[in-house]
């Protein structure tokens, strides 16, 4: 099975196009930075491979951040996928995750999409919906189908050493010589179990679900995990705080400190490295980082 890489694939007289994404390196190096409750873990897993395979339906250079915010048990879920094929994940929970549902594990909440272009020319975009369905899926399709009105199906697996999706979309603008493509492609991923997606590889899968239509599969693509924090962005982030803030911090606890919840990496700053913050031209390195 190919393994961290997304598949593209597109049918040849429908206006459907879908992606597989299968994530095992990626996934397993998101696990090894916390100790997430086991439904929680599958939760982030489901996604992690749902922001895979959503960047990859838009033409763009940058990120987009996917989040779930919830007032029960589970806080905060969130993954940033970029154009440069890098994913993260975290997650913030509270309490015994071992009883409820999704809707109950998560509660009230909302579920954001933001797009962050790299080009300072584009503005950053933000949609929100309110969370609904019974899994990540779900909620997904919802918001797909809410705020950008796309015909969309996704069917999401995750366990402790990988995390797995197929999405599939209809295309409204393109010209459609099948109109009952989209049914038949939509009732065939329905039967996707959770054990194909993350055991069988993707041609495996299409082959599986569309031996009888006439579709083309891309090259996969790799995919990895990258977590873009520095020294260089907390020190960005501590000019924001406002020099008096900073000082007053440094004044109580005598350093700043600053620990990352994507990667855990550790970012300290002692009153010698806060007054240089102030200081024009001085480049701040990540010499300190460990």
């Not at 579920?111 to 019974?134: N, W």
């Not at 038949?184 to 495996?204: C, G, I, Q, Y």
Request: glycine residues 4%.
């Amino acid at each position: 099975m190919t393994t961290d890489c997304l598949t593209r694939f597109m049918f040849e007289q429908a206006a459907v196009r879908g992606e597989i994404v299968s994530l095992d390196k990626t996934w397993q190096e998101v696990l090894k930075h916390a100790d997430y409750p086991p439904a929680l873990q599958n939760l982030l897993g489901e996604f992690m491979a749902a922001a895979a395979l959503l960047i990859a339906t838009l033409k763009f250079e940058g990120s987009m951040i996917l989040q779930m915010q919830g007032e029960g048990a589970i806080q905060l879920l969130v993954v940033e996928a970029t154009s440069a094929h890098t994913l993260r994940a975290t997650a913030k929970w509270t309490g015994d995750l071992t009883h409820g549902n999704f809707a109950d594990l998560l509660g009230e909440g909302r579920l954001l999409i933001t797009l962050d272009p790299e080009s300072s020319d584009k503005q950053a975009y933000q949609g929100i919906v309110p969370l609904q369905g019974d899994n990540v899926a779900a909620a997904l399709m919802h918001y797909m189908a809410q705020s950008e009105q796309i015909d969309t199906h996704i069917v999401l697996a995750a366990d402790d050493e990988c995390a797995a999706g197929i999405l599939i979309q209809k295309l409204p603008d393109l010209p459609d010589a099948d109109p009952d493509a989209w049914n038949r492609a939509s009732h065939l991923v329905a039967t996707v179990k959770p054990d194909e997606l993350l055991e069988l590889s993707a041609h495996m899968i299409l082959q599986r679900l569309f031996h009888e239509e006439d579709i083309r599969v891309y090259e996969a693509e790799a995919l990895q995990f990258d977590c873009t924090c520095s020294r260089t962005r907390v020190a960005d982030m501590l000019k924001m705080l406002g020099r008096e803030e900073v000082e007053s911090v440094l004044e109580e606890q005598g350093k700043i400190e600053v620990q990352c919840e994507f990667c855990n990496r550790h970012y300290r700053f002692d009153p010698i490295d806060a007054a240089q913050l102030w200081l024009p031209h001085v480049v701040t390195t990540d010499v300190t980082r460990h």
